[in-house]
C-alpha cells in the first residue's frame, strides 16, 4: 500500500497530527540534513505499524516534504490513520 506523507522536520516530538488534504501529516524530531528526517519517519512509521524498518519505503520525494512511502502491510488507510493517531 501507498501513503502520501507531509513531513515536517525539527519538530519537538515525532508524531502524526491528522490529514492534510490527501496526505498524512507527520511531524518529526530529525532535521532535514542528511536523510536523518526520512530515517526518522522510517522508524516511525514502523514502530507504530509494528513493521520491520525494511517494510517501510520512501519511494519518492526524498528531499521534499510530500513523501510517497510504500508499506508492505495488508490494511486499509483508514485503519493506518487510526494507528498512526494513537498515543
Known sequence: ??????????ARKTECVGLL????????CAP???G???????LF????LNL???????????RS???LVELKI???SEEILEILSAP
Not at 512509521?45 to 507504530?48: A, E, I, W
Request: aromatic content about 0%; hydrophobic content about 35%.
Open 52 to 62: 520491520p524498518k525494511k517494510s517501510v519505503e520512501v519511494v519518492s520525494g526524498e
Open 65 to 67: 516534504r510530500d513523501k
Open 1 to 10: 500500500m501507498r501513503l502520501r506523507v507531509r513531513v515536517v522536520p525539527n
Open 32 to 34: 532535514p540534513l542528511d
Open 36 to 42: 536523518k528526517a526520512n530515517e526518522e519517519l522510517v
Open 21 to 28: 488534504g490527501d496526505s498524512v501529516k507527520i511531524k518529526v
Open 74 to 76: 495488508d490494511i486499509k
Open 45 to 48: 512509521l514502523s514502530r507504530k
